[in-house]
Each structure stands twice: as C-alpha cells, then as structure tokens.
T-cell receptor, first 113, second 111 residues
Framework: GAGVSQTPSNKVTEKGKYVELRCDPI?????LYWYRQSLGQGPEFLIY????????DSGLPNDRFFAVRPEGSVSTLKIQRTERGDSAVYLC???????????FGQGTRLTVV | AQSVSQHNHHVILSEAASLELGCNYS??????LFWYVQYPGQHLQLLLK??????LVKGIKGFEAEFIKSKFSFNLRKPSVQWSDTAEYFC?????????FGKGNQVVVIP
C-alpha cells in the first residue's frame, strides 16, 4: 500500500482480555517498529524488527506484551491480560533500514475499561 | 540510551509570528536527528531530518532546524507561522535501533 496501515483504528476491551493489533508496513520495508504513546507524552519505543526477527524488544514493558512478524511483512502486537494502564495509542512505523526515515501509521487507540 | 528534551510544551501564537521550538538530546554516538509533526487527526509525518553535512536543514512548509553539536541541540524554526501550522511537534534522535522522542510541543496558531 501507499503507507503504513494499522487495524483496528480503535479498540475497546475489558480488563483482563487479550488483544491483537495489526500493522501492515510499506511494501519492501525491512525495518518495523512498534511504539506506544500516552496522553501528553512522545512515542515510547516498544520493539524493533529487522525482517522476521525481533532485533530489539527491550522496550516491551513486561511479558504480557509480545509481537511477531512471521513473514517479514505484517506484524501483530499481542497484549495478554490487559490492564487499564495499557490504554494508549499504539503506533507502528516502517523504514527501509534502521537508521533511515521511519513512516508512521495512524495508530490504534486502545482503551481498557 | 539516547534521550530528548523539549521545552515549552504548549505554545500559543498569532499568525505571522515567528516560531522556535527547542530540542536538546543526549547520546554518545553519531546522531541522526528528526522533527516530526502530527496535525490534528493525522499520523506522524517527517518535517525534516539531519544526518550529516550542512547543520542548517530545511524541511517542508518553510520549516528549518539547526544542529549545534556543541550544545547538543536541534532547534526548529519558522519565520512566519500560519493557522495550518497548528499541530504537535516532536523532536527525535536515532540510535540503538530506535528513534527516541521528546514529549512534544503542542503549537496553536490563532488566526
């Protein structure tokens, strides 16, 4: 596609439920990033993929968060046993390399009630 | 790990006024610096970037930024803002496999 696509755009879930957030990067981009943005804050790094592998997952806050990119294109961020504190906008970005311009999607606004 | 500081989180100014947003970073390695903008209801998009060369970089919509290595700064400027510049502006520095962002500046331009 023309840009980074994220689905759903909004997700409301109950505390304790499992959610999956999807990211379709720009075709051909090997690098993919997930960020989380809370109100009044800048985007906070979660995980970086180079191809299919997670090159750096040091930003994941705890083991309830997991992300995959099995074919080196689409990525899914998975959150288990959601908590109210997980409420935020989850951003995905892709680039042609780790040190080049990153293109961001519109984000998924996750609300845990 | 790298970090970015942005000051004056909320800025309100009138059309035609000049804008300057401060950005200071800390990172021990070679830096690549970025300013991203997020217009209301839209996604983050690149305003300008510095990788190397001329420390004064020009971006879209009349914005420019100056990299001052000795001050670890990358301030954003626009001589005359327009109402359409109302947005949130983020400074970012790349390193360690990631972009590190500042908290952002919410800029409101009053017609």
């Amino acid at each position: 596609g023309a840009g980074v696509s994220q689905t759903p755009s909004n997700k409301v879930t109950e505390k304790g439920k499992y959610v999956e957030l999807r990211c379709d990067p720009i075709s051909g981009h090997t690098a993919l990033y997930w960020y989380r943005q809370s109100l009044g804050q800048g985007p906070e790094f979660l995980i970086y993929f180079q191809g299919t592998g997670a090159a750096d997952d040091s930003g994941l806050p705890n083991d309830r968060f997991f992300a995959v990119r099995p074919e080196g294109s689409v990525s899914t961020l998975k959150i288990q046993r959601t908590e109210r504190g997980d409420s935020a906008v989850y951003l995905c970005a892709s680039s042609s390399g780790w040190n080049t311009e990153a293109f961001f999607g519109q984000g998924t606004r996750l609300t845990v009630v | 790990a790298q970090s970015v500081s942005q000051h004056n989180h909320h800025v309100i100014l009138s059309e035609a006024a000049s804008l300057e947003l401060g950005c200071n970073y800390s990172y021990g390695g070679t830096v690549n610096l970025f300013w991203y903008v997020q217009y209301p209801g839209q996604h983050l998009q690149l305003l300008l970037k510095y990788f190397s060369g001329d420390p004064l970089v020009k971006g879209i919509k009349g914005f420019e930024a100056e990299f001052i290595k000795s001050k670890f700064s990358f301030n954003l400027r626009k001589p005359s803002v327009q109402w359409s510049d109302t947005a949130e502006y983020f400074c970012a520095v790349s390193g360690n496999n990631r972009l590190a962002f500042g908290k952002g500046n919410q800029v409101v331009v009053i017609p």
